[in-house]
């Protein structure tokens, strides 16, 4: 489906009572981000926002996509895998051989639909460009400061295009854009990213680099510059196959090199000086649930600021999960998995990304084995994939094939993974690139990955017969805490219900190799035989909360650098997921802080939350992690 406009996606959400309009004051300095994240973290009272009142002309929408509900609307769709049905019809009318005539005169239509998806540039002023400022001035738009640390202003749901100078073929990515003053703001684009190859090439030229920036339109539009593409296919061509219609594209006034969505709701025109000196950006809560600390990016300089007449501003938030950015997230789990399926890793049947794994830090993969080995294989090819190459834990199983479990029945899958697992034979290290916000890397952009191979092992891989796990009636959480103090608290619970041997502990360290000892000592006591798996968090981390111990051990964990071996067999797994420094782990990074809102800010929106006839007041949810914190900054000090 094809929204001729962001309004008119709202109207479809209000309709569908997805929406709530709040119509009393309220600043997009902090205050927007504060209710938004208490809605979007309440299952039952998650909507999408129009703050109508924002202090500007403009009002703002936020959390729009934020639920899996509201991401097949802005989709188009009934379901997400109403997608993968259509990608594959359409893979396979495309891939099967055409021996005769017919077969060829047959696949015209299929063609011809395909080329009416193709992008089109039109020779006239497009909606966007209603209004143009007389000057430039981003303070008159109702930009977010989402979280207290974070360094200013942030444009969060930017469209950003950019073209290679060599051969024009066009970029649209999502990078969030600080502002500096009212036409100038910093471009976040990574090393690994396509703008960031188009800039280098700029540089080489010693040119001035156009860029142009979209805000709103089709929803269709904005998660089409999220979407992992490979570098020659345009995000518009995607963005016409999912809504069915092809994008209309216009010139923009200041730098007609570079085209944009007819029926965007602004557009912010501009260009990067590649030979000028970048500017300190950040910090920033990012996706991760941790700030991105500041770091070196170019200077975007704004020449024009064009919008429709009745212009909405999209917005988002991102911090601790979940947050919107989880089911854009979801939609590209399913929307990418027919390209990985019938391009690269045929095997896969099934993919999932977990919310608390943050995109790349957990990857869960079905496959349909046959052969032994088959399992590293298709580690090897995903870690090749894409932005797979950022994965930094693969689970893979053939349970689904096998007993019919749903890949998103986490406890069945864990259970099916480790029935099948000799952790000592079946987990795999490597290193290689990462995400640049991966804070645990020793080096940035540089680090540790490990595969779980949970799959059904043949007669060539066993190195010994898998035992089954019974859990320890005598366990002890208690004993095992009077024994070693440093343990804040144990989870053995799903061991003992679920059958899973799995431990998670969190530990107050304090010395080097404090958590390599505390390992060693655990794995020589009865009650842990038969544990194939222990994972280490922070003492501050209530281990009872299974989703907050795998988001934190997750983002804390380099796999390679961080896992050791102990027990018997030395087939006792521990992983350290706590944060590292450099007095206990020679760790030289900053180490960032996680995402909370302010006391000052809540006590705000408390004050406000009646006013907003939204319902009855929900209690912050940062409120429940600031023991988490270390200081009061955006990265912690070695303070252990």
């Known amino acids: 489906m094809a929204y001729k406009s962001l309004q008119e996606f709202i109207d479809v959400l209000d309709k569908a009572g997805e929406l709530l309009r709040i119509k009393t004051f309220v600043d997009p300095v902090l205050e927007i981000a504060e209710i938004t994240d208490r809605i979007s973290k309440t299952a039952n009272r998650n909507k999408a926002l ?37 990608m594959e019809s359409l893979f396979k009318k495309l891939a099967t051989p055409k021996t005769g005539l017919i077969d060829k005169l047959a696949l015209l239509p299929e063609l011809n639909k395909f080329a009416s998806w193709m992008p089109r540039v039109v020779k006239r002023k497009g909606e966007c460009q209603e209004v143009v400022m007389d000057k430039p001035n981003l303070d008159l738009l109702p930009i977010l400061k989402c979280w207290p640390q974070d360094g200013g202003r942030f444009i969060t749901l930017p469209a950003i295009h950019t073209k290679d100078p060599i051969s024009g073929s066009r970029n649209i990515g999502m990078y969030r854009m600080q ?8 471009l976040h684009w990574h090393k690994h990213k396509v703008s960031a190859g188009h800039f280098n090439e700029y540089k080489k030229l010693g040119k001035r680099m156009p860029v142009a920036v979209a805000l709103g339109g089709d929803p269709i539009y904005t998660y089409a510059a999220t979407a992992p593409l490979p570098s020659n296919v345009d995000e518009y061509m995607l963005a016409g196959f999912l809504r069915k219609k092809r994008v209309e594209l216009v010139r923009c006034l200041t730098q007609p090199d570079i085209e944009v969505p007819a029926d965007a709701d602004f557009i912010i025109e501009g260009y990067v000086d590649t030979e000028e000196e970048l500017i300190w950006e950040g910090p920033f809560g990012d996706h991760t649930g941790y700030y991105s600390l500041p770091d070196w990016y170019p200077r975007f300089h704004v020449t024009a600021i064009t919008h429709k007449k009745n212009a909405i501003y999209p917005a988002t938030i991102v911090g601790i999960p979940p947050q919107e950015d989880a089911w854009i997230g979801k939609a590209t789990e399913r929307i990418f998995l027919t390209p990985i399926k ?118 060539e891989e066993l190195v010994m017969p898998l035992s089954k796990f019974i859990p320890n009636e ?9 024994l070693y103090p440093e343990i804040t608290s144990l989870n053995y619970d799903i061991a003992k219900n679920l059958g899973i041997p799995v431990l998670f502990i969190a530990v107050n360290k304090s ?102 006839n939204i319902g009855e007041k929900i209690i912050s949810p940062s409120l429940r992690y600031f023991t988490q914190l270390y200081g009061g900054g955006a990265s912690v000090l070695d303070n252990n």
């Open 50 to 86: 129009l703050f109508e009142n924002t202090g500007t002309q403009f009002p703002l929408l936020i959390n729009s996509m934020g639920s899996e509900k509201r991401m097949c609307m802005a989709l188009g769709v009934n379901e997400l895998d109403d997608i993968i049905r259509d």
């Open 179 to 186: 502002v500096f003053a009212p036409d100038l703001t910093a």
């Open 342 to 459: 019938m391009t690269m890793v045929p095997e896969i049947t099934d993919m999932n990304m977990p919310i608390e794994g943050v995109f790349h830090n957990l990857v869960i993969s079905t496959i349909h084995k046959e052969y032994a080995g088959q399992g590293q294989k298709v580690m090897n090819a995903m870690w090749g994939a894409g932005q797979m190459m950022f994965n930094k834990i693969l689970v893979l199983s053939d349970g689904v094939n096998d007993s019919k479990i749903k890949i998103d029945d986490y406890a069945a899958l864990a259970k099916y993974v480790f029935d099948n697992l000799n952790p000592a034979n079946d987990v795999y290290f490597s290193n290689g690139p990462m995400d640049v916000l991966d804070h645990s890397c020793s080096k940035m952009g540089f680090g540790g990955k490990m595969c779980i191979d949970g799959t059904k092992k043949l007669e």
């Open 474 to 482: 005598l366990f002890s959480a208690s004993k095992i805490i009077a």
């Open 511 to 612: 010395r080097p190799n404090h958590v390599l000892e505390l390992h060693d000592k655990l794995c020589e006591l009865p009650e842990i035989v038969g544990l194939k798996m222990i994972l280490y968090v922070e003492h501050t981390v209530n281990t009872e909360d299974i989703a907050d111990v795998l988001w934190r051990f997750c983002n804390n964990l380099d796999p390679k650098r961080d896992h050791f071996y102990s027990g018997k067999e030395k087939n006792i797994l521990g992983l350290d997921g706590t944060r590292k420094t450099k007095t206990f782990d020679n760790f030289d990074r900053p180490w960032p802080n996680i995402i909370v809102a302010d006391k000052e800010t809540i006590k705000i929106v408390d004050d406000k939350w009646n006013s907003l």
